[in-house]
């Protein structure tokens, strides 16, 4: 090992040179939870340490030889004639599960360990990189040791912990599937950015019963459900055959999603949000983490206690893994439609009666599933439209991007989309999303889904937003007060002048509307379309009943004022000067300081870029009881707060939004 101390050979040693020029302004390492930006999992260095032969034999020491790695047979042991294929299903094993690509070395010596590391655990580009390393057959480790072959493979040979991590310039994950695992604990701490999993504790060896495989842990971690399902079989051998395959089992694609869904479930609910997050950034670890839950369940059958970094809350004793059992049982013994149902009753059933917050990323999986999509998005919409708190926890699900996957979501769906954004400030869409409710034939998911795509619009704009202007057109009246915003948020970001005419003379009949939310919406969307025409609406509007109305109508003298340059448009916007609602008076005497910008020719960007419409929308979908104001008025809400900055400080301090789909409670 002192070959690897030499400093031509260690990648630290630079950083240990005195320079004053650089000492001084160099960057602090990044701290674990505070990365910009979070390093991805792309590559897996494999180190299969098999060979079990240079220890002198004895009949006092049994020893089991490894015979699978994640469940895939070996078939030798020779490190020079090692099986391809066995080579082959480890790749495409991490390929499957994590999408990594891998290099495996089988027997290597500290050499070969040394040139992967500097090949695969570079810095440039920035990523994660996965070490597995699989010690069935060689030295247990030390407290600071592993241990690899010497490089004529006659002796096993330490490799320190220090320098490996100082090998790796790049953020790591390693999995130890070894006995004694966790006595390297300590020593992975020491390296910042750093995630570890531990087959066992540090005094304990890996099962020596015959009936566990050797590679238990790996399995678990990257074979979740064949573990799963291995488990069950061990547990209920009075009722399954121990050759129970998968085409006995009429669920088996449910019951694999099934097992992601309850995995998530058990780490969400165990975890506190915090380490949550830190484990589910990079999708990788967020596999392993998963599998890990399930690993502490089976190696309790063991008496092993597996163990990762940074530490975790024990997962075995979670009540979701009856509901598992329970639900192996029902695929293995009910038609399939039956047996889904059956399952989706049953949870509800439970969290009607014990509602956990833990449990939310169920839902998330039965919003997928056809069969029960209605009915599971309406029950979570009422938990979330009258507990802030079930909202807000909710927003650390997948539900967002769940729900843009459906092809046939409902109003009651899109909504919850709408609500979740306006919680959480991000919109979920991109470019290429998804917009399967601009095909609806159903008005309420139209209109469910302008709401959400307006909130997205308002925090992500996408070009291709855009596209959907014409779905406001077509769908003006039936969906108002959503089109009208949805295709004023478009108009605004865009600068689209397209459908200004057709639309313009659609809507206006709107503007006598019963509801205020109509009305100030049309007045909105009006203002966007840049029409001059439109200026003698407003001016009939300016003493309409209700503050939501005349504020827009304020913001839209201002933009129109840019197309026709009439003084008697000040007149107008003067009386509101006086205007009997504190929140019209507020906003007038914020934008009074640029009404000379306006009339010298401000950009009417910066104007619609404080207009408070959307903000509003947004405080509406954030509060409870959004369902009462979804058929009445959205705005029967106070205003959004607001600070006395100028309308061009506004537009710097007013989010910008995505694109998609919105919902409507049936």
């Not at 999408?99 to 920035?126: G, Y």
């Not at 490799?159 to 390693?174: G, R, W, Y």
């Amino acid at each position: 090992m002192s070959d690897f101390a030499n400093p031509k050979t260690n990648r630290e040693a630079p950083r240990r040179v005195s320079r004053n020029t650089t000492s001084i302004a160099r960057p602090a390492r990044p701290v674990l939870g505070n990365q910009a930006p979070i390093a991805k999992t792309k590559t897996v260095v494999s180190f299969l340490c098999l060979f079990d032969g240079l220890r002198t034999p004895s009949i006092r020491r049994l020893v089991r030889k490894p015979r699978t790695i994640c469940n895939n047979p070996l078939l030798t042991y020779d490190p020079s004639f090692y099986a391809p294929s066995s080579t082959k299903a480890l790749s495409d094993l991490y390929m499957t599960s994590i999408n990594c690509s891998c290099e495996i070395a089988v027997d290597p010596s500290v050499q070969t360990v040394l040139e992967l590391l500097r090949k695969h655990a570079t810095s440039i580009p920035p990523h994660r990189v996965l070490l597995h390393y699989f010690g069935h057959g060689c030295y247990e480790p030390t407290e600071s040791n592993l241990y690899f072959f010497s490089d004529d493979r006659l002796r096993y040979k330490p490799f320190k912990i220090s320098n490996l991590l100082h090998s790796c310039a790049c953020p790591i994950v390693i999995v130890l599937d070894c006995p004694k695992a966790a006595i390297l604990s300590k020593m992975l701490a020491t390296k910042r950015d750093t995630f570890a999993f531990f087959a066992c504790a540090a005094n304990e060896k890996l099962p020596s019963s015959t009936s566990a495989p050797l590679d238990i842990f790996s399995s678990c971690l990257f074979q979740p459900f064949t573990i799963a399902m291995w488990y069950h079989q061990q547990n209920n051998c009075n009722i399954f055959s121990r050759e129970m395959k998968d085409s006995q089992l009429k669920n088996i694609k449910f019951l694999k999603m099934f097992l992601n869904a309850i995995l998530e479930s058990i780490c969400f609910d165990s975890q506190d949000s915090a380490t949550f997050e830190m484990f589910t950034r990079d999708p990788a670890i967020g596999v392993m983490f998963r599998g890990f839950a399930l690993a502490q369940r089976v190696m309790m059958m063991y008496n092993l206690h597996p163990s990762t970094l940074p530490e975790l809350k024990p997962m075995m004793t979670n009540v979701l893994w009856k509901y598992w059992d329970l639900a192996i049982d029902t695929c293995a013994t009910l038609p399939e439609q039956t047996a889904k149902e059956v399952v989706f009753q049953l949870f509800l059933k439970t969290f009607m009666t014990y509602p956990k917050i833990g449990h939310l990323p169920l839902f998330s999986f039965f919003m997928k599933i056809p069969e029960v999509h209605e009915e599971n998005a309406y029950q979570l919409f009422t938990f979330m439209d009258s507990a802030p708190d079930f909202a807000e926890a909710a927003t650390r699900t997948d539900l967002p991007k769940a729900i843009i996957s459906v092809e046939l979501p409902s109003a009651v769906s899109l909504t919850i989309l709408a609500k979740l954004m306006a919680i959480s400030g991000t919109s979920p869409f991109l470019s290429t999303s998804p917009t399967y409710f601009a095909v609806s034939d159903d008005p309420s998911v139209v209109a469910a889904g302008m709401i959400a795509l307006t909130v997205a619009s308002h925090l992500s704009w996408q070009p291709a937003f855009k596209k959907l202007a014409g779905l406001c057109i077509d769908h003006a009246n039936e969906c108002a007060p959503f089109s009208l915003l949805l295709f004023g948020t478009i108009m605004d970001k865009s600068s689209g002048t397209a459908y200004i005419d057709d639309f313009s003379s659609n809507i206006t009949s709107l503007l006598e509307d019963s509801r205020d939310d109509i009305r100030a919406s049309a007045v909105y969307a009006l203002s966007c379309s840049k029409n001059p025409v439109v200026v003698e609406y407003f001016s009939k509007m300016i003493d309409d009943r209700s503050p939501v109305v005349r504020l827009q109508v304020l913001y839209a003298l201002l933009m129109t004022y840019q197309l026709i340059k009439d003084q008697g448009i000040f007149d107008l916007i003067d009386k509101l000067s006086k205007d009997s609602s504190t929140d019209v008076r507020n906003h007038f005497n914020i934008l009074k300081p640029n009404f000379m910008r306006v009339k010298s020719g401000m950009n009417s960007n910066q104007i619609s870029a404080s207009n408070p419409i959307i903000p509003h929308l947004i405080e509406s979908l954030k509060a409870v009881n959004f369902e009462q104001r979804f058929d009445s008025n959205v705005f029967n809400i106070k205003f959004p707060k607001i600070e006395g900055k100028s309308a061009s400080t506004l537009e710097n301090k007013m989010p910008r939004i995505g694109a998609f789909s919105f919902g409507k409670p049936a």
